[in-house]
């Protein structure tokens, strides 16, 4: 309309007064479309809200809301947890800690083992990586942490295990503990003397460190 005006104004068929409506008649509009872009530009900020997005990659939890529920600001809608490496955390008594550091003296025992809630042996092994500063004198023992990769997922958050704690113990005799007795406070096994003759001996087993 605007382009006709000006075609009809050049041909002096109509006044410039029309030309100058026409031309105003296509700021107008052009207003009507910024406004018209910057309500698009609005609503598609509106509904990025609606989207979900972590921050790390992970294992998410329950949702408990359902598609197009209104959620309150602040509202949590679930959790996510990166566990592709795993802490196992475990206490050991003050006696245990010191046996620990004597039979370790001197050597690398950053390695651990965990044994899984069905006595399955974990494939991964751990590092021990965090000891405590200080005894615990509620309990009366030490805090460690060990990390563990979980490659295949199999560890989840609060599982329980027993961590094994290899220890190096020069010229020791290993005895099954089912071919022992155990006689109020001693611990006793049969030996065969050199006359054939089978005695009960006590004898003091090392601490087990499991």
Known sequence: EYENSKKLFDKNIISETEVKLADAKVESMQAKVAEASSEVAIAEHTLSFTIIRAPFNGTINRIPFK?????????????????SEMFAYFRLSESEYLEYLKYNEGISHDAVQLILANSDKYLQTGKLETVESEIDSETGTIAFRARFKNVDHKLKHGASAKVLIPVKIDKAIIIPQKTTVEIQEDVLVFLVDTNYVVRMKR????????
Do not use: A, F, K, Q
Not at 67 to 83: A, F, P, V, Y
């Open 203 to 210: 004898i003091i087993p090392s601490l087990s460190m499991n």
């Open 67 to 83: 598609t197009g529920s209104l959620i309150s600001d602040g509202s949590l809608l679930t959790t996510i947890s990166d566990i």
